[in-house]
């Protein structure tokens, strides 16, 4: 429909362990995934004490730095919501995009509810591995990115870095949509 344009916003975060709440989001990374150089990144004071070693250790924060060091979570929310904002227009959707998006999506949301009462992305996220699922004729396992890799060749990688990894999931989604679209065009042309 004319006027109804979708910008799909790629995010990831890290966070000291698997539930917002009694677990701190630490770092938020996201960027247009048709236009990654528009980009936005900030690293939150922790809201709990309670962390998972590993959830620590593969993303290389320390709660005690961050405490001194990152932004209180509303300020990072309002610096988040201002800069997606920025993004559209009356007339457009903006859409979160994430890999494994249930566990960055209910971070992102609790989060903006928690300190802003309201989520900029509304109720809603689109999930890249579920994506993939529908779009490919293979099991739930072959949606590691990995195993996606191997089908779209992307350039990037993750390294555990919000932004970083909010780039490649851009470009994983961008490479499936691609996919999707000739595929697409290859069966209405039969």
Excluded at 4 to 15: G, L, P, Q, Y
Excluded at 121 to 127: E, H, N, R, V
Aim: glycine residues 6%.
């Amino acid at each position: 429909m004319e006027g109804d344009k979708e910008i799909f916003v790629s995010v990831d975060v890290e966070a000291s362990g698997p539930i917002p709440g009694k677990y701190s989001m630490l770092s938020i990374g996201a960027c247009v995934a048709s236009e990654p150089s528009k980009q936005f990144s900030c690293y939150l004071k922790p809201i709990s004490e309670k962390y998972i070693p590993a959830a620590l250790e593969v993303t290389g924060l320390s709660l005690e730095k961050l405490s001194t060091d990152g932004l209180e979570p509303t300020e990072a929310m309002e610096q988040f919501k201002t800069w997606v904002k920025s993004l559209v227009r009356e007339d457009e959707t903006v859409i979160f995009v994430g890999f494994n998006a249930s566990f960055d999506w209910s971070f992102v949301n609790y989060y903006f509810h928690q300190f802003l009462g309201e989520n900029p992305f509304g109720i809603a996220a689109l999930d890249i591995k579920s994506m993939y699922l529908g779009a490919s004729d293979c099991t739930w396992k072959e949606t590691r990115s990995s195993e996606i890799e191997k089908v779209v060749k992307p350039k990037g990688a993750g390294d555990h870095d919000a932004l970083h990894d909010a780039i490649y999931q851009a470009e994983l989604f961008c490479l499936i949509r691609k996919k999707l679209m000739i595929n697409n065009k290859k069966s209405t042309a039969s």
